[in-house]
DNA sequence: GATGAATGAGTCTTCATTCAT
DNA sequence: AATGAATGAAGACTCATTCAT
């Protein structure tokens, strides 16, 4: 036999489980839940189906655990970027810059989590929500709580919740633009953002743009 | 026969597709595209399942024209409320505020519209990312443009598309939020997507909120 | 078309139903529950699939509807023979004479009842024996309410309910023999087993018991 | 290894077979023959299903094993009850003792002779049918021939196979009762048969027998 | 114009069984 | 001797779609 072969014979569950894990994302990333079928996923897993079953139990389960898994790993590449040491605007563009290259680095990761997660209904959409809400805490605390300091949270002009939900429905789809323009470089695509939400429009009509600054 | 049935039956045409489609919108939103079966939408609709196809097509042209119908409805809606007299920002405003109260108004329009019509994937994502590009280019032209004349294009840290993208994006993540707060007003939402675009964070903190002057 | 065809085909939705309760007793009679496969029942049939889901539900619920078909079919063939003018133990003979009657005219009914409803477990059981409960009153009530009308209920060597329970087991264990020697006539079946629990009973009831006597 | 663990490792083959068995007649009595699963039965066993398949062969074969080896230890418990040298009736009354002592004290072995070997179909059935017919022969020569030798095979109203399936049936069915009445003694459960079918017997064996009268 | 009747095709899931170590 | 790893085969169930009336 020859060591292709060897090497994908026998191997250990968890090595298993990775294949499988892989593979399930990659077909779910491109047809969605309700399309991507067991057999394919098996099929480019290079593993029969009954041991998907057996090591990471339903179609269902599986989805979960590929959402669960892409979402750790993408909320982990963000807080490796971010360094609490630096003044708040930087530690906000360094964040966007590590989701904006986990995108381009992952693509289907960030296709399972943002597109397809929703169709499923129910429980994913909750717990893709509370990743977001998760998301949003940690990359928009600067922003926000700044602002809650100096009791702007009174006026109507102002919600915390609301603008966290907008400007993360900001970054993502510019994340989403980011993935039809691979030429344009995540620290560009992080300060875009930067200028919008940090700056607003206003500032930048008079030519006022933000820039990292470190 | 009662004039209640009689009512039901032999109706021309263009009221029965509208009843059907009527039914398609409201069984997609609710449980999307590959969930909805066309059985439970000819219940919903009155109407037997042959009439559906004769009527309107197979399922994926059924909901191809929901989506069309819903998304030159709100197109429509939007229009309506922009008020060209205005300067820039109020007409940003009067369109956000149209959008917001379409969203409130047709709940399941909208969800069609962005949750759904993403979970078929192909000819739908084209057709749906057709219809922002429409919307951003009605919405945000007043404000790219007005940047464009100050020679911003060329500056790394601006780019028309991309932010439009974002915008976009804030606006609808903050739409679906308000599906959660039914009792914030458009109004308001549309305020605090102004201040977040129009004048950015860094005002905000300073105390310097955007407010409507006409 | 041949009038072959054209009678098997767009039949009411109670003849079809019908025709797929038969082939299920047919099926589940050869095979056993877990054996028998939808698919052959909807073949035996001549009906799809689908159409069998339609109408009859899952094959769970196709099991019970045969069950409960044959064991009221069963029920009310004893009582159509059963003949209340007549003395008890003549009554009792004839409603066994029908039992195995119906048992030779439907051996696919009685084996579906007797043998089969016995391996899914569960709530058929339940069912099962609720209906040998009603068969056991039916045709024993007559022996048991003679033998507790003398006082034998408050005897160690009786108990109505035991002795029903070995009586209708008697009863069945003698149908089951019967369908491997159908040249016995019904009557004569019932006479056997008259003879040995009616002369049996008959000592009891004149308080004649048999005691171990060492 | 703590001596725990080596006593459960490189056992003799004997052991383990017998440890096997064990499990599966626990497991098969529990579920039936189609519903049990080897998974299960090897988890029970404490032991990996190759082990199973090296010793005692497909599931079939496991299930055959089972049968015969509790048939055999029902057989042997009732005869070594029966006591030849006391008249045919005490005889009869030891040996359903016997049974019944058997049936309590060996709960699993009864159900899985009595309920699931039946839902198995086929070979099964002869092989559980050749041992009801010893069980019979075994337990009911004593009444049988006795009616025999005073010519009672002659008469349409006495067939020693056909009484002898009845008595079988009423004795098992008892038995099944008796599972849900744990409080009634083998001695007595075997009196209240004894005196369903010996007085009965009895009379026969006398000459009189029961005819219809109308 | 309108529909009850009918199905082909495909999906998830399970289980007995066997390698390779 | 013993087992974790692996699968072929099969079964229940569903759904979009279309006749025949």
Known sequence: MTEEVQRARR????????????????????????TASMDEIS???????????????SKEDLFAKCIRREATRLLEAIQDGVKPELPPDMQL???????????????ESWTVLHRQALTVGGEFAAEITAMRTRAIELVAAL???????????????????????????????????????????????????MNLVWLGFNDLVEGDVWKPTA
Chains 1, 2, 3, 4 share one sequence.
């Not at 099929?43 to 139990?57: D, Q």
């Not at 900001?170 to 323009?181: M, V």
């Open 93 to 107: 563009w360094h964040g966007l810059r590590s989701f904006y290259r986990f995108v381009a680095d992952f693509r």
């Open 43 to 57: 099929e480019v897993a290079g593993v029969s189906k009954p041991m998907i079953y057996t090591y990471l139990g």
């Open 143 to 193: 922003v926000v709580n700044a602002g809650a300091r100096k009791g702007l949270a009174e006026q109507a002009e102002f919600s915390g919740e609301g603008l966290s939900a907008a400007l993360v429905g900001a970054a993502e789809s510019l994340a989403d633009w980011a993935l039809d323009h691979p030429d344009v470089s995540d620290g560009v695509l992080a300060s875009w953002l």
């Open 11 to 34: 191997l250990p569950r968890a090595v298993r489980e990775r294949q499988i894990l892989d593979a399930a994302v990659q077909v779910f990333s491109r047809y969605g839940y309700h």
